[in-house]
């Protein structure tokens, strides 16, 4: 017995079946998705943000870039204006010179401890030699072995120095390669954000200097805007050394009279000729 069947659609029917559910489907998800080999691609509002946000900061690096090697060179050519701050320009320069001053100080104390390390040395040998020669002279025992006591007393009490003048160079290493390094790189940062400023101000200057219209007002103004940022962060920068140079300042005192004092409570004479 025959069954009833249904009539099979034609194929273009089907195919714009298809293509009309394809598109509904389209419409209800909100998204445009192009087919590979189908033209161009329109990149979403989340892939173009992050790209757009890249390359505006590249756009004002290079811009800030330009203004401070332009300043940089307008002043080694003596064109250009400089912002100066006599005191604390003096005050920073002393900074260096004692920098210098202390490594320096570091270097010899390093040569110092390590010439008594070698000394000790020797005396140790020295006073080992003794003693041998005291046991095999009897004749001579006691002078022999006076003298291998004496060089010991000394190789001790140089182990007393040694650790004196070791404390001494950890502790100015300290104030050197840490307190002084951090307001140096306070002090580099003061001095970029003193050229941004002096860039900006220059650039501001010229401006106002020209014609006033529709076309230079807005640049005037942009320009006037990031000059006060420049300002506000050269302020900024300029009380942040002021305030590390003046604690540097109150403190040297107090930390040279300490690592001073300690060194002098085993000086040289007392300790390694055994008068302490």
């Not at 109150?250 to 000086?267: A, I, M, P, Y």
């Amino acid at each position: 017995p025959s069954s009833p069947v249904s009539p099979v659609a034609s194929s273009s029917a089907v195919a714009s079946r298809l293509a009309r559910s394809f598109s509904d489907s389209q419409a209800d998800s909100g998204t445009m998705q192009t087919p590979p080999g189908s033209g161009a691609v329109v990149l979403s509002d989340d892939l173009k943000n992050p790209a757009m946000e890249k390359l505006d900061l590249v756009r004002k690096w290079s811009i800030n870039t330009y203004k401070c090697t332009r300043q940089i060179l307008s002043e080694k050519l003596g064109r250009g204006s400089k912002t100066v701050d006599l005191e604390l320009e003096a005050q920073i320069e002393l900074l260096r010179e004692n920098r210098r001053k202390y490594q320096n100080v570091i270097k010899l104390a390093q040569a110092l401890a390590n010439q008594l390390s070698q000394i000790m040395q020797t005396q140790k040998q020295l006073g080992d030699a003794f003693a041998d020669l005291s046991l095999k002279s009897p004749e001579l025992h006691e002078e022999f072995g006076y003298n291998a006591d004496t060089q010991r007393l000394l190789s001790k009490n140089g182990e007393t120095l040694l650790a004196a003048i070791n404390f001494f160079i950890s502790s100015v290493d300290t104030l050197v390669d840490k307190t002084i390094e951090d307001t140096m790189i306070n002090i580099k940062q003061y001095e970029t954000a003193r050229v941004e400023y002096d860039a900006y101000r220059t650039d501001l200057e010229e401006l106002n200097l020209g014609p006033r219209d529709g076309n230079t007002m807005p640049k005037i103004e942009q320009s006037q805007q990031q000059f006060q940022i420049h300002r506000e962060k050269f302020e900024r920068m300029r009380n942040d050394v002021s305030v590390k140079l003046k604690f540097l300042e109150e403190n040297k005192v107090s930390f040279w009279l300490f690592c001073c004092g300690d060194l002098q409570r085993h000086t040289f004479v007392g300790a390694h000729f055994g008068y302490v």
